[in-house]
């Protein structure tokens, strides 16, 4: 124990990451088409019900309000994710009120994915997935980062993986 009752700190943790602010607009935008779509379709069908004589405009209408709060939800949202890589494996955190922390052991990593859309790819981002050992729909996405520190992530990963898989051959 330490001097203040504390235990003693293991190995230095890693710092957690947020993801780049150059990432902010298509993290909203995500959110926002999210909930344009079933916005609209929402606000067509309750014209229709309520006897209105232009469901589409209503429908329009409710698209581009579930559009705007869709973006300033994901605004929001953007500031809380974070991960963090140490020498167990990758986590991942999002979420102010309701935090989920995800954490992937190196040991479990099967393979890793990138991906690069076209908007990605115009801000230097990529989407970096993690399939796991476990059930066929064991993935875990980190959007949005840096497309540098997606590489890093990528190639440490699979070393780590790698390194452990040898070691219990030997």
Do not use: C, N
Request: glycine share 10%; no cysteine.
């Amino acid at each position: 124990m330490s001097e203040a009752g504390a235990p003693p700190a293991a190995a230095a943790e890693a710092p957690w990451q947020p993801l780049p602010a150059r990432a902010r607009p298509l993290f909203a935008l995500e959110r926002a088409l999210a909930l344009a779509v079933p916005g609209g379709i929402a606000g067509g069908l309750l014209a229709l019900a309520g006897g209105w004589t232009r469901p589409l405009v209503l429908g329009a209408g409710a698209a581009l309000l579930a559009l705007a709060v869709g973006y300033a939800i994901g605004m929001r949202q953007f500031r809380h994710v974070a991960w963090r890589l140490d020498e167990e494996g990758l986590a991942i955190r999002r979420g102010r009120l309701w935090q989920r922390e995800t954490r992937v052991p190196a040991t479990r990593v099967q393979h890793l994915d990138l991906k690069r859309g076209p908007w990605q790819r115009r801000r230097a981002l990529a989407t970096l997935t993690v399939h796991t050992a476990g059930t066929r729909h064991s993935a875990v996405t980190v959007p949005h980062l840096d497309a540098a520190d997606a590489e890093r992530l990528r190639d440490r990963l699979g070393r780590q993986g790698d390194g452990d898989d040898a070691d219990e051959q030997a």
